[in-house]
């Protein structure tokens, strides 16, 4: 029964706050924009554009237009479960709530691992959001083309499964890496500057080299996108990059690294004293 009160606990500290909706609102707001932009205007130029008319395709040859498109809910709009997942806990250290936490519930292992159940669920819900978001407007913009939406296919439905699992991983590792990093304002620019700029561009730079395109596909972002099937990202690398992950592998990744960061928050600052 403890760890149920803890996880009640979790989700009374998330849902009484505004951060988890106003997250949620420009996290369906973003993608969905980036989504049925992006999908306009491949549509236009695969169906009668510059490009079109040019003989060439605005996508590399074998890609699918509409994974690419549906697959930005989770290649650009991850960074809001892992922000979500970081700020439930770095919020409690800056504001002292873990203070009374760990006086109810004084195991505090328990109180970690409530914390990333819950986060893995809010962050799922997360995935829903973003998943409708992208393959709504993208798939409105591509059916205002007459291009193929591909949602009576099986294999968009599980990628979005998928993604939505991509989503519940990334909200684990903010909670990993606000256990590891409880300084809110510290954990904020690390998450900004890797999944906005140094992760991309470790990821174009390696590319350009069969070796290091193999081992970059183990850095976070590749890795969800392996999970997920598809990736914006994918339209910038050069050809000849190095094969993606299995999707289960890439799971598997994600998955180990919000481990990895969550024991090592535990055994540093979530074991000392808050007060």
Sequence with gaps: MTFTRALSAEFLKLFSTRLWWILALVLFLYVGVMAGGLGALFGWAASGGDASAAGVSPLPPGMNLHAVIYSMASSIGYVFPVLLGAFAVTGEFRHQTLTPTFLATPRRGIVLGAKVVAMLLVGALFGVIAWASTVGLGAAALGAFNLDTALDSSDTWAMVGRGVLAMALWAAVGVGLGALVPSQVAALIIVIAFTQFLEPVLRLVSSFNEVTANIARFL????????????????????????????????LVLLAIAIVTTVAGYFTSWRRDVT
């Design 220 to 251: 976070p972002g590749a890795a969800s996108d392996s999970l997920v099937g598809a990736s914006f990202y994918s339209v910038a690398m050069p050809g000849g990059s190095a094969e993606t992950l299995f999707w289960w592998q890439g799971g």
